[in-house]
T-cell receptor
Framework: KQEVTQIPAALSVPEGENLVLNCSFTDSAIYNLQWFRQDPGKGLTSLLLIQSSQREQTSGRLNASLDKSSGRSTLYIAASQPGDSATYLCAGTGNQFYFGTGTSLTVIP | DVKVTQSSRYLVKRTGEKVFLECVQDMDHENMFWYRQDPGLGLRLIYFSYDVKMKEKGDIPEGYSVSREKKERFSLILESASTNQTSMYLC??????????FGQGTRLTVV
């Protein structure tokens, strides 16, 4: 069964820092890799989808990369802002979605 | 924009009640999913469906059933609610192997 791990579990940074969130998975046979954001008490918001044939995707200050051979994905957030504070989850797609347990990010003003 | 709508944001039900959680998506997605999310346990898949009238058990189907009579609607049923089913319930939809979109979540409390 696919196991997805996210490190670190929690991260606190001052505003303006660049940061990297990590996601690793045990089975390289995932199809897509998707990153989500979740605010407290809310549903998940899709941030970036890296499809099977791609290696990275960018949206604004966010950049996600995928290396299937090593079983890793990273989410890079540039110039962090307090509004980026949330939990970030990654999910690999096989015949279903396999979620990590998330990284809780706090950006301090 | 894809929209996944869950019928309630908050629900309080009594032990033993039959509970229906409804989810509707507007993008003609084949796949629909029900997850529950608990602190420290992450998202756990309850049931999913690849097509109308089709359903597959996820990791924790016990105590739950589902119904998908129309492509856009996927219902989660708690046959006899128990306190250990107090949780956040999240519905999602996607195209086959495509991007997943989630609803806003239903916080269910069973008393």
């Amino acid at each position: 069964k696919q196991e997805v791990t996210q490190i670190p579990a929690a991260l606190s940074v001052p505003e303006g820092e660049n940061l990297v969130l990590n996601c690793s998975f045990t089975d390289s046979a995932i199809y897509n890799l998707q990153w989500f954001r979740q605010d407290p008490g809310k549903g998940l918001t899709s941030l970036l989808l890296i499809q099977s044939s791609q290696r990275e995707q960018t949206s604004g200050r966010l950049n996600a990369s995928l290396d299937k051979s090593s079983g890793r994905s990273t989410l890079y957030i540039a110039a962090s802002q307090p509004g980026d504070s949330a939990t970030y989850l990654c999910a690999g797609t096989g015949n279903q979605f396999y979620f990590g347990t998330g990284t809780s990010l706090t950006v301090i003003p | 924009d894809v929209k996944v709508t869950q019928s309630s944001r908050y629900l309080v039900k009594r032990t033993g009640e039959k509970v229906f959680l409804e989810c509707v998506q507007d993008m003609d997605h084949e796949n629909m999913f029900w997850y529950r999310q608990d602190p420290g346990l992450g998202l756990r898949l309850i049931y999913f469906s690849y097509d109308v009238k089709m359903k597959e058990k996820g990791d924790i189907p016990e105590g739950y059933s589902v119904s998908r009579e129309k492509k856009e609607r996927f219902s989660l049923i708690l046959e006899s609610a128990s306190t250990n089913q107090t949780s956040m319930y999240l519905c999602a939809s996607s195209l086959l192997t495509g991007e997943a979109f989630f609803g806003q979540g239903t916080r269910l409390t069973v008393v």
